[in-house]
């Protein structure tokens, strides 16, 4: 099980982190991901992370402003998201992918556990 939080109301230019907790009790096989709707338009890839390894990918769109991290311990992977911008507001979600490659980490198919959605909400 995934719960993810974070989310909230921030004026563009702010900050804001979500967190996802996992429940499983080793993650090292599994590609962690964050991914992201809004009303009317299909779910989108933001960023995943390789819990073995630690290496990370991002969508074109949040590169530079949002990184994807993990705390092994707590098993909890982050999406710190720097300098929001209007189009950033969408529910996100993030997921879990066990033995993912690199090249399908941006297909939401390809995840076989989703954490419930946390609001995103950026104002002018």
């Known amino acids: 099980q995934l719960q993810a939080s974070g989310g909230g109301l921030v004026q563009a230019g702010g900050s804001l982190r979500l967190s996802c907790a996992a429940s499983e009790r080793t993650l090292n096989s599994y590609v962690m991901a964050w991914f992201r709707q809004a009303p009317g338009k299909e779910r989108e890839f933001v960023a995943a992370?390789?819990?073995?390894?630690?290496?990370?990918s991002y969508a074109n769109a949040v590169k530079g402003r949002f990184t994807i991290s993990k705390d092994t311990a707590k098993n909890t992977v982050y999406l710190q998201m720097n300098s929001l911008k209007l189009e950033d507001t969408a529910a996100y979600y993030c997921?879990?992918?066990?033995?993912?490659?690199?090249?399908?980490?941006?297909?939401?198919?390809?995840?076989?556990?989703w954490g419930q959605g946390t609001q995103v909400t950026v104002s002018s």
């Open positions: 992370i390789k819990w073995s390894g630690g290496s990370s």
């Open positions: 997921a879990a992918g066990r033995g993912l490659i690199t090249s399908v980490v941006s297909n939401p198919v390809k995840y076989d556990s």
